[in-house]
């Protein structure tokens, strides 16, 4: 079956401007997480949705950074007013329910020049 | 909250040569681990994952890792390599219980093993 997907694959932005990221989770998954990971660094999670619940949002670094999800379907990370710390790839995983293994899509690489 | 060590960010090993790659949480809880890789250009997919049970866990392309909860280690092994094995490897963990429901991964800084024919 298809895995999760994210777009764009690659985005190339400047410093200022707003930038959107999709994610598409497997189908029946309910639970989904947004990573960063920054150069040499590991995988920082970001936010998690579980179905309708209210996210779980301790790890979004500034309030530049929100994501929305509708049910159990596509997610949007949104960072307004992007900055060149921002620059990383931006990984989304998800999670059937009940299950612990996250799988995770290719990214979304960002670069703010 | 947790934490994750990978101890060596680079580990160069010939091919068909063993090898162990190195991880070491923190917890003030019980936990879940896991290893994922990286290919260049790709997501992370999972390699093996411990919940409960046996403390040696075995996973996908001969890789396997043991538990060892006196030591808080998870380390990877694998008793024969290949130049496919060449990739960046991410010990993983989280928490065994989530009142709120997220099983957030915690991640070390990864180890990129490097095949020499």
């Known amino acids: 079956g298809a895995g999760v997907s994210q777009s764009p694959s690659n985005k190339v932005t400047e410093k200022g401007k707003d930038v959107e990221l999709r994610c598409d989770p497997i189908?029946?998954?309910?639970?989904l997480y947004w990573y960063r990971q920054r150069l040499g660094q590991g995988l920082e999670f970001l936010i998690y949705?579980?179905?309708?619940?209210?996210?779980?949002k301790s790890g979004l670094p500034s309030d530049r950074f929100s994501a929305e999800r509708t049910g159990e379907s596509v997610s949007t990370l949104t960072i307004q007013r992007t900055q060149q710390e921002d620059s990383a790839v931006y990984l989304c995983?998800?999670?059937?329910?009940?299950?612990?293994?996250?799988?995770f899509g290719p990214g979304t690489r960002l670069t703010v020049t | 909250a947790q934490s994750v060590t990978q101890l060596d960010s680079q580990v160069p090993v010939f091919e068909e040569a063993p090898v162990e790659l190195r991880c070491n949480y923190s917890?003030?809880?019980?936990?879940?681990l896991f290893w994922y890789v990286q290919y260049p250009n790709q997501g992370l997919q999972l390699l093996l994952k411990?919940?409960?049970?046996?403390?040696l866990v075995k996973g996908i392309n001969g890789f396997e890792a043991e538990f060892i909860k006196s030591q808080t280690s998870f380390h990877l092994r694998k008793p024969s390599v290949h130049i496919s094995d060449t990739a960046e490897y991410f010990c993983?963990?989280?928490?065994?219980?989530?009142?709120?429901?997220?099983?957030?991964?915690?991640f070390g800084k990864g180890t990129k093993l490097s095949v020499i024919p």
């Open positions: 993983a963990v989280s928490a065994a219980y989530s009142g709120a429901g997220s099983y957030q991964l915690t």
């Open positions: 917890s003030s809880v019980s936990v879940y």
């Open positions: 995983a998800s999670c059937a329910k009940g299950a612990y293994e996250q799988y």
């Open positions: 949705f579980q179905g309708n619940s209210a996210p779980d």
């Open positions: 189908s029946g998954h309910t639970a």
């Open positions: 411990y919940l409960s049970g046996s403390t």
